[in-house]
């Protein structure tokens, strides 16, 4: 069964910690469920996030949260989900070689990145050969990477659309340990990153823009001013009927009854800088903080992409 694509994260709150672990609790059993709903943590404010595929699937999840399983919280306004990811292949290793006392820590790796599709997440590879990392090991090296590819080194995003390949290695009879092999990993993996040219990519979605066929410039004009792509242009009975893929993230500032949102259409890379002349910047703002009034709405159902 193939899984909508989540595009949107959405700030969820609690008043102390014990409502807090019910709300982690309510969200793993939601997740289950329906695995478009992801968990995160910012890495930037602590906030707990959640994900959803469109504004209407937000809501929804959050009314589950409080009317089925009745944890008291709150919300923030939803924010655009970014990934991160390489441009070019790179490798890297990564040693953890500790010793304390009687005890030691030994862990030593050797990753390949590999761009590929970011719908398949990261894909980990183990093609150790001749036992130079034991089997029980391995698990261990996968950890690592996955804890690492939570948190991206350009903006903090989560890392996706790169295969991870473990290649070779050593270890050491007594000091290896598991948590040796997590820390080398997410070494190597971060090293590899920055040969990797990382990069963020941003939601894409098709639209439709509808208007008299003397406004068919300006329209145009617009999409162009958003960083869009126009996809195909028709005109009927005077009205132009314009196809274009739009970033989520300016999607979000212009929407107006004159616009349909058809889908998602992919991933597309983020430009490090914004367009001269845009005065948009960031569509979706974070809150500047939480507002415990249950029935500020941070979302219009009535915006229902699928």
Known sequence: MSVATPILWMP???????????????????HRDDPAVLIRTDPHTGELLFSGTSLEHLQDT?????????????RGAPRVRYLETILHPAEAEGKYI??????????????????????GGLNF???????????????????????????GIVAGHELAGITVTL??????????NDMAFQ???????????????????????????????????AVV???????????AVEVNSEVASVRATIPLEHLLA?????????????????????NPGDPAGIAVPRPRGPSPRNDSAAADPEWDWT
């Not at 969820?12 to 939601?30: F, H, K, N, P, Q």
């Not at 959050?62 to 709150?74: H, Q, R, Y």
């Not at 590879?125 to 948190?151: D, K, L, M, W, Y």
Request: hydrophobic content about 40%; glycine content about 8%.
């Open 12 to 30: 969820i709150y609690t008043a102390g910690d014990e409502d807090r672990s019910y709300l982690l609790d309510a969200l793993a059993v939601i």
């Open 62 to 74: 959050f009314n589950k949260i409080g009317d089925e399983d009745k944890v008291p919280a709150w």
């Open 98 to 119: 500790r010793q304390t006392g009687g005890l030691g820590n030994y862990g030593h790796v050797k990753l390949r990145l590999e761009p590929a599709n970011p719908a």
């Open 125 to 151: 590879v183990n093609a150790i050969q001749g036992g130079v990392i034991p089997p029980r090991f391995i698990p261990s090296v996968e950890s690592g990477i996955r804890t690492a590819a939570q948190t």
């Open 167 to 176: 290649f070779d290695g050593s270890f050491h009879e007594v000091d290896s």
């Open 183 to 217: 820390i080398a990993a997410s070494v190597a993996f971060n090293e590899a990153l920055k040969k990797g040219r990382p990069l963020i990519l941003e939601p894409m979605m098709s639209v439709l823009f509808t208007a008299p066929q003397i406004e068919q410039v």
């Open 221 to 231: 004009e617009d999409i162009w001013k958003c960083r869009g792509e126009v996809t």
């Open 254 to 274: 212009h929407l107006d009854a004159a616009v349909h949102v058809e889908s998602f259409a992919g991933w597309r890379q983020k430009p490090s800088r914004p």
